[in-house]
């Protein structure tokens, strides 16, 4: 007799003794049915349970997988925004860098022009003061050759605005007088040196002012000149103008050794030498004697009008001495010196 039983469901074999009757194992065969109907039941809902566990799992992992997408998205935009403003903030800071260094450059290059400006400037000031020098010292030699027995001195930088001290002595070495000498070589005329030499003359006890220039006032035509009490020349007449200077203080110093206690006559002397009148003569002269330098150069090409001319010029320049030597004579009368080329023939002499 068989005394197990196979389950439909789970396929297990289950033992019965034989006492069990059939309606025993039918019974045990429901209850069994039943418990396992019960078990599938259970297993069914576990199933979809746990389907619907995963499947919850499932939109879990994946919306922490599009949040993760998100994330990293956001992430990488974030990243990509802040590398673009690295970017921009570098191309800042190099452009900023660069305005900086233009900015230096243009301030070296401002600084090189002021520095060439002011060593353009210095160099044509020393230029200037150098030719000044130059016809300083240029000047002081000639005087030197020209006048060997006077006394040429230069004035000290800073002592006073003159530059050159001419002390005139007689042939005897007697001290006649002193002419005060200030040489200029610039490119315009200033009326200031006027006002400055008159105040040196003061302060150095000198006689007479004078001023050689490459420019002169325009009130002053023909290369030499008086400008409110001092003579004015140009460069290339310091000499016949120191000659003419040099021999009033030559004739004022004799006429005092003549006449020591006349002098109201020495006045009358100061008077005329400082007047317009013996400018003009000295003007006069000294065109005579430019313009016979100019007819001298022209020898070679026109001789015997040449010398015409020059006839007549000398004629002109013996009228101009003429005219000095009479209007001394008339302020010193007897005390002056005869001179016998300019008095008129003897009648009696030539009988």
Same mark, same amino acid.
């Given at each position: 007799m068989q005394t197990t039983i196979t389950c439909p469901y789970c396929k297990k074999t289950i033992e019965l003794s034989d006492a069990l009757t059939h309606q025993i194992k039918? !019974?045990?065969?429901?209850?069994? %049915?039943?418990?396992?109907?019960?078990?599938? =039941?259970?297993?069914?809902?576990?199933? =979809?349970?746990?389907? %619907?566990?995963?499947? *919850?799992?499932?939109?879990?992992? %994946?919306?922490?997988?599009? *949040?993760?997408?998100?994330?990293?998205?956001?992430?990488?935009?974030?990243?990509?925004?802040?590398?673009?403003?690295?970017?921009?903030?570098?191309?800042?800071?190099?452009? *900023?860098?660069?305005?900086?260094?233009?900015?230096?450059?243009?301030?070296?290059? *401002?600084?090189?022009? !002021?520095?060439?400006?002011?060593?353009?400037?210095?160099?044509?000031q020393g230029s200037q003061q150098l030719q000044g020098e130059v016809q300083e010292l240029d000047l002081e030699q000639t005087f030197k050759r020209e006048f060997p027995g006077d006394t040429i001195e230069p004035i000290g930088k800073g002592v006073l605005g003159a530059d050159i001290r001419q002390t005139v002595r007689s042939p005897r070495g007697m001290d006649c007088g002193r002419i005060l000498w200030e040489s200029k070589r610039t490119k315009a005329w200033s009326d200031g040196w006027v006002s400055k030499l008159k105040e040196d003359l003061r302060n150095d006890k000198s006689n007479i002012p004078a001023i050689i220039s490459d420019v002169l006032p325009d009130e002053i035509k023909t290369g030499i000149g008086l400008k409110d009490g001092v003579w004015?020349?140009?460069?290339?007449?310091?000499?016949?103008?120191?000659?003419?200077?040099?021999?009033?203080?030559?004739?004022?110093?004799?006429?005092?050794?003549?006449s020591e206690n006349k002098q109201s006559k020495a006045e009358e002397l100061y008077g005329y030498i400082t007047s317009h009148e013996f400018a003009q003569q000295v003007e006069s002269m000294i065109e005579t004697? %430019?313009?016979?330098?100019?007819?001298?150069?022209?020898?070679?090409?026109?001789?015997?009008?040449?010398?015409?001319?020059?006839?007549?010029?000398?004629?002109r320049l013996l009228n101009g001495v003429a005219g000095i030597y009479g209007s001394m004579q008339g302020i010193a009368g007897t005390a002056l010196p005869t001179i016998h080329n300019l008095e008129l023939p003897d009648e009696n002499r030539n009988e």
């Open positions: 039918d !019974k045990k065969l429901e209850e069994m %049915n039943e418990k396992h109907a019960e078990e599938l =039941e259970e297993m069914k809902m576990k199933l =979809e349970a746990a389907q %619907n566990t995963e499947l *919850e799992l499932r939109k879990q992992k %994946n919306k922490l997988d599009e *949040e993760k997408r998100t994330f990293e998205l956001d992430k990488q935009r974030q990243l990509d925004s802040e590398r673009e403003k690295i970017r921009q903030k570098t191309l800042e800071e190099a452009a *900023e860098s660069q305005r900086l260094k233009e900015k230096e450059k243009d301030k070296v290059i *401002e600084d090189l022009k !002021k520095s060439l400006e002011d060593a353009q400037r210095k160099a044509t004015v020349a140009r460069t290339q007449l310091a000499v016949p103008l120191a000659m003419l200077l040099r021999k009033t203080l030559l004739d004022a110093a004799r006429q005092r050794m003549i004697y %430019n313009e016979m330098q100019v007819q001298i150069t022209k020898e070679r090409t026109a001789y015997e009008r040449n010398w015409k001319q020059r006839e007549a010029q000398v004629t």
